[in-house]
């Protein structure tokens, strides 16, 4: 059916010349373009002002965190020998190696190679050790826990055990939280003592998280001369991984402690 009435007729779409959509994009696109220079220019001045918190160390090679009175590092089968004399005496600005974390195990049944020798070296020197143990994800917790407890033997003013957690293969994110709570559990009741959880703030975020902020955390934070950001209490920093000592071959991974001398002592094993 047609009529003729034109109160139904669409009213023609306003179009717009070329001059006048150029004009628009010409008005906007300098705003958006200062916008992002402004946004990279801030980014860029916050980067700075924490790298300024950061002073460099020749005896180290490496800028080392402000405000921190405790530093050490951790060593593997990777350093290979080295003198443990050397490491000892390495000082600049008051600066020392006050502990080593040293790595003992992996998985269910291997150890490291240099494992004994550095731990029993760690003892000899006099500098505060700790043991840690690489978490294979896909396999068994309990088991890598007695492998872990087979192979450590804390003592005294030693550090608490270390889980290091930084990878997710061939499971899920609930089967390796199950496993890595197992293991967890069997460490505690065998040491006594929450272990410490080394990890990446990002693992940390997407596969740990709340569930786990009751144990004391050494978070990796090293790409960039910058605070770690996450939403939670850290104890250890490794804020290095090229770290050198004049006499050492091998790079060395640096870290901090947060904290006074008194809260470390604390920390120790009694």
Not at 69 to 84: L, M, P, R, T
């Amino acid at each position: 059916m047609s009529t003729s009435s034109n109160k139904y007729k669409k009213k023609p779409k306003t179009k717009y010349s070329k001059w006048e959509k150029w004009s628009r994009i010409a008005y906007i696109l300098p705003l958006a373009l200062g916008l992002i220079i402004f946004l990279l220019l801030r980014k860029a001045c916050n980067e700075k002002k924490e790298d300024g918190q950061f002073e460099s160390y020749t005896a180290f090679h490496i800028k080392i965190p402000k405000g921190y009175d405790i530093h050490g590092i951790d060593v593997s089968y990777f350093q290979e020998n080295f003198s443990w004399q050397t490491l000892k005496k390495a000082e600049e600005k008051d600066t020392k190696i006050g502990f080593v974390f040293i790595k003992a195990t992996e998985g269910i049944t291997r150890q490291d190679k240099m494992f004994k020798s550095n731990w029993l070296n760690a003892k000899k020197v006099k500098i505060t050790r700790g043991a840690y143990h690489y978490f294979i994800s896909s396999r068994d917790g309990e088991k890598q826990a007695k492998n872990f407890i087979a192979n450590v033997q804390l003592e005294e003013g030693d550090l608490p055990p270390v889980l290091d957690i930084e990878r997710v293969q061939n499971t899920s994110k609930g089967q390796m939280q199950k496993e890595v709570k197992a293991w967890i559990k069997t460490i505690e009741a065998h040491y006594g003592v929450k272990p410490i959880l080394y990890t990446f703030i990002s693992f940390y975020k997407d596969y740990l998280g709340s569930d786990f902020d009751e144990y004391p955390l050494w978070i990796a934070h090293y790409q960039k001369h910058t605070l770690p950001r996450i939403n939670r209490s850290w104890l250890f920093w490794q804020h290095d991984e090229k770290g050198q000592i004049k006499g050492i071959k091998s790079k060395l991974d640096f870290n901090v402690f947060n904290g006074d001398s008194t809260d470390f002592r604390n920390l120790l094993l009694r």
